[in-house]
């Protein structure tokens, strides 16, 4: 019987060696494989989160849109009869000091694109244009709260303690006609119609570049909803 010379050895040990490696990469190969079938799945998730997120954002800007365009009219109106504001019934000098503290904001509903933030999980969003448009989107949305925000903080420094020396909330009566000629009183109409401007154009902006990000979506995932949303509501025809 022929004994196993030194190259047969080293010949035997490098197949060993080589068995390893090759069944190493295969082990790796198919971990990476599954790895991206469960990225996958957890991509086709936030799509379809962030596509909620969306819905309920357009009809929430749609809404804060209508609530803007009212209060625009509203507020252009008492401008006009600011010159005879004090010479109106008590109902309409109420309807008048409420105009500017009346609104109905816009609060993004972002939880999905925050979870994919904190988790790191944007990184599996795989088409490049719809992350750009998310991030743009943000922006908006912060825009939007900054604004927002300013309009609150000038409301709760100067108009309302303003009303709250010279008007009385539960007879909704002027007590002090002093308030009606005041020139804060009358220069935060003039202000709230700027604001109120300011605000209806960045959310018609928002809600355009929404839909524009819901087509991508729905481009990606196959679906075609997007048209429903994008319809306006209310009557057939």
Do not use: C
């Not at 047969?8 to 068995?19: K, P, S, V």
């Not at 365009?69 to 507020?75: I, M, N, P, W």
């Not at 309807?95 to 993004?108: D, G, K, L, M, V």
């Not at 960045?202 to 819901?214: H, I, N």
């Amino acid at each position: 019987m022929e004994k196993p010379t030194g190259n047969t050895r080293w010949t035997g040990l490098l197949l060993e060696i080589l068995m390893i490696v090759i069944g190493i990469n295969i082990a790796l190969w198919f971990e990476s494989w599954f790895q991206d079938l469960e990225d996958a799945d957890i991509e086709a998730q936030y799509m379809a989160d962030l596509r909620d997120d969306l819905l309920a954002n357009v009809e929430s800007l749609e809404l804060a849109i209508e609530s803007g365009e009212s209060k625009l009219a509203r507020t252009l109106k008492f401008i006009d009869l600011m010159p005879r504001l004090a010479e109106l019934p008590a109902e309409e000098q109420a309807q008048a000091i409420y105009t500017p503290s009346n609104y109905r904001f816009f609060r993004p509903s972002d939880y999905t694109y925050r979870a994919m933030q904190e988790s790191g999980d944007f990184r599996l969003l795989r088409n490049t244009e719809i992350k750009r448009r998310i991030l743009k989107l943000d922006r908006r949305h912060r825009d939007i709260a900054t604004l927002q925000g300013n309009f609150l903080q000038a409301l709760d420094d100067e108009y309302i303690p303003l009303l709250m020396n010279q008007f009385d909330i539960a007879t909704m009566r002027v007590t002090d006609p002093a308030l009606l000629e005041n020139q804060l009183f009358r220069n935060f109409f003039v202000y709230t119609k700027q604001d109120t401007d300011a605000l209806l154009e960045l959310y018609r902006l928002t809600k355009s570049e929404s839909l524009a990000l819901l087509g991508l979506i729905e481009e990606e995932t196959g679906g075609r909803s997007v048209e429903v949303a994008a319809q306006p509501k209310g009557g057939g025809g």
